[in-house]
């Protein structure tokens, strides 16, 4: 995969995908049929950057291509079960990206999109992404949104960081009640900070309900209603297909549509 290149100076719209397996998608493309088999298509007028931070499977970094299916690293079964070669894109799964992408571009047309997505399943806010922790995946995926920056920069283009998305929390289930919401509101700011982007909208998803994630689901609604520039995507009527974890193919669409909501309900509130 290479980048798109593109004649003259382009204005791009830039935002981060990050979390865990969610984000990171465990949808099935086998499953993109019927009303889904769109999605199934690359985009070559969007653009995505990903990374699988690496820190308990192999790594995976691409430049910046056309969105399509397959930025996503499950567990080396699903590689298996789908016959193709492990840990190589496209893998065989999907993430919210695949219908985020086009339903920002379709409510807010005209606009160059570009998505930058760093997740990595089973990983924790408390531990894994701990913006204290010198060599976190919070600071890897600094590290990973700068270089495509410059990236775009370099190559005569104007790139905006527009936005943050945020699907996370499973792995902190086990986590003493109102933690997730201190450490989520931590998060939110500090990455303001080294971004350098004090109102960057942020939305954030809710984790599905299995019987035990009642804190931290408590938390993402906390942080929602309580840190300015916060938008929220409930989870209600999304569907797994592991008793409450990983959300379907079907689901994972929904999900990048009501993030795509949220999102531009943020950028047209700060700009008017």
């Given at each position: 995969?290479?980048?798109?290149?593109?004649?003259?100076?382009?204005?791009?719209?830039?935002?981060?995908?990050?979390?865990?397996?969610?984000?990171?998608?465990?949808?099935?493309?086998?499953?993109?049929?019927?009303?889904?088999?769109?999605?199934?298509?690359?985009?070559?007028?969007?653009?995505?950057?990903?990374?699988?931070?690496?820190?308990?499977?192999?790594?995976?970094?691409?430049?910046?291509?056309?969105?399509?299916?397959?930025?996503?690293?499950?567990?080396?079964?699903?590689?298996?079960?789908?016959?193709?070669?492990?840990?190589?894109?496209?893998?065989?799964?999907?993430?919210?990206?695949?219908?985020?992408?086009?339903?920002?571009?379709?409510?807010?047309?005209?606009?160059?999109?570009?998505?930058?997505?760093?997740?990595?399943?089973?990983?924790?806010?408390?531990?894994?992404?701990?913006?204290?922790?010198?060599?976190s995946l919070y600071h890897a995926m600094l590290e990973f949104v700068r270089t495509r920056l410059l990236m775009l920069s370099e190559r005569g283009h104007?790139?905006?960081?527009?936005?943050?998305?945020?699907?996370?929390?499973?792995?902190?289930?086990?986590?003493?009640?109102?933690?997730?919401?201190?450490?989520?509101?931590?998060?939110?700011?500090?990455?303001?900070?080294?971004?350098?982007?004090?109102?960057?909208?942020?939305?954030?998803?809710?984790?599905?309900?299995n019987g035990v994630r009642q804190q931290v689901r408590a938390g993402l609604r906390q942080v929602a209603a309580s840190v300015p520039c916060v938008g929220?995507?409930?989870?209600?009527?999304?569907?797994?297909?592991?008793?409450?974890?990983?959300?379907?193919?079907?689901?994972?669409?929904?999900?990048?549509?009501?993030?795509?909501?949220?999102?531009?309900?943020?950028?047209?509130?700060?700009?008017?």
């Amino acid at each position: 995969m290479s980048f798109v290149s593109t004649s003259g100076t382009v204005e791009y719209d830039v935002f981060v995908l990050a979390g865990q397996s969610n984000m990171d998608g465990r949808g099935a493309i086998k499953d993109l049929t019927g009303d889904l088999v769109s999605y199934a298509q690359p985009r070559n007028d969007l653009l995505i950057a990903y990374s699988n931070a690496g820190t308990r499977s192999k790594r995976i970094l691409t430049d910046i291509v056309s969105l399509a299916p397959g930025f996503s690293s499950p567990p080396i079964d699903y590689w298996r079960a789908a016959g193709v070669e492990p840990f190589v894109l496209p893998a065989p799964t999907f993430g919210p990206e695949l219908s985020f992408g086009p339903a920002f571009a379709k409510d807010l047309p005209g606009r160059r999109i570009v998505l930058l997505k760093f997740s990595e399943g089973g990983t924790s806010l408390y531990q894994d992404w701990n913006p204290q922790e010198p060599k976190s995946l919070y600071h890897a995926m600094l590290e990973f949104v700068r270089t495509r920056l410059l990236m775009l920069s370099e190559r005569g283009h104007r790139a905006h960081l527009r936005g943050f998305l945020w699907h996370q929390g499973e792995s902190d289930e086990a986590r003493p009640a109102g933690e997730y919401a201190v450490n989520l509101a931590s998060f939110v700011q500090q990455l303001r900070h080294d971004l350098t982007a004090p109102a960057l909208p942020v939305v954030i998803a809710e984790v599905c309900e299995n019987g035990v994630r009642q804190q931290v689901r408590a938390g993402l609604r906390q942080v929602a209603a309580s840190v300015p520039c916060v938008g929220f995507v409930p989870s209600d009527g999304l569907m797994t297909f592991d008793n409450g974890t990983h959300l379907d193919a079907q689901s994972q669409i929904l999900l990048g549509e009501r993030f795509a909501e949220q999102m531009i309900r943020l950028v047209v509130t700060l700009r008017t």
